[in-house]
Structure formats: structure tokens, C-alpha cells
């Protein structure tokens, strides 16, 4: 099974940045796809941002701000947060898809202050 854990999370004033990193372990095959979703209160989780073999994407709210990354070895990933918002606040989880099942973090709580 694949663990993953999350670290970076934190409160910051609107403008600021941060940068979310995700840990993943026990994977018997090969990683091609990593993400970040985010689960503000009252509302849905959402995609934040992903990156795969067949490149990056970014939900429109977030593009330009937020960028992904990952290590030569696929295991960990990177979500570099720049000019938050308040409306960025939320539980943010890492994702990995291996062999059609999707593993997810316990996530890390980000708060944009206003």
C-alpha cells in the first residue's frame, strides 16, 4: 500500500506564500501521476493542481499562483502557493493514483488570513 504524508501547512496572511510537500512510500509500481486537492468548510474537495507523464494542470482559480513539482524519482511532490487568498483556505490532501486505486493524505490544514 502507498502512504503519503503531507507537511507545510500553516496560517498566512493574504499575499503571502507557502510551500505544501507531500511524502510518498511502499509503492510496488511505478508512480506517473501526483496531486493536490483541497476541502474548504462546507464545501466540495476539489483539484488544485496535478502532474503526470502527460504534463500539469491547474484549476483556473489557482493558475498563475500555484505551482506542482515533482522529484526525478516521483516520490514526492510540491505545491508552491504564492499570493494566497483568503478563499485558498482549506485541508489540502496530496493524491496518487497506482494501478486504478487513488491513495490519498491526511492533509494539511492551510488559513488565509484576511
Known amino acids: 500500500q502507498v502512504q503519503l504524508v503531507e507537511s507545510g501547512g500553516g496560517l498566512v496572511q493574504a499575499g503571502g506564500s507557502l510551500r505544501l510537500s507531500c511524502a510518498a512510500s511502499g509503492s510496488r509500481f511505478s508512480i506517473n501521476a501526483m496531486g493536490w486537492y483541497r476541502q474548504a468548510p462546507g464545501k466540495q474537495r476539489e483539484s488544485v493542481a496535478t502532474?503526470?507523464?502527460?504534463?500539469?494542470y491547474y484549476a483556473d482559480s489557482v493558475k498563475g499562483r500555484f505551482t506542482i513539482s515533482w522529484t526525478n524519482a516521483r516520490n514526492m511532490v510540491y505545491l508552491q502557493m504564492n499570493s494566497l487568498k483568503p478563499e485558498d483556505t482549506a485541508v489540502y490532501s496530496c493524491?496518487?493514483?497506482?494501478?486504478?486505486?487513488?491513495?490519498w493524505g491526511k492533509g494539511t490544514l492551510v488559513t488565509v488570513s484576511s
Open positions: 502532474i503526470s507523464s502527460q504534463g500539469t
Open positions: 493524491w496518487v493514483p497506482v494501478r486504478g486505486m487513488d491513495y
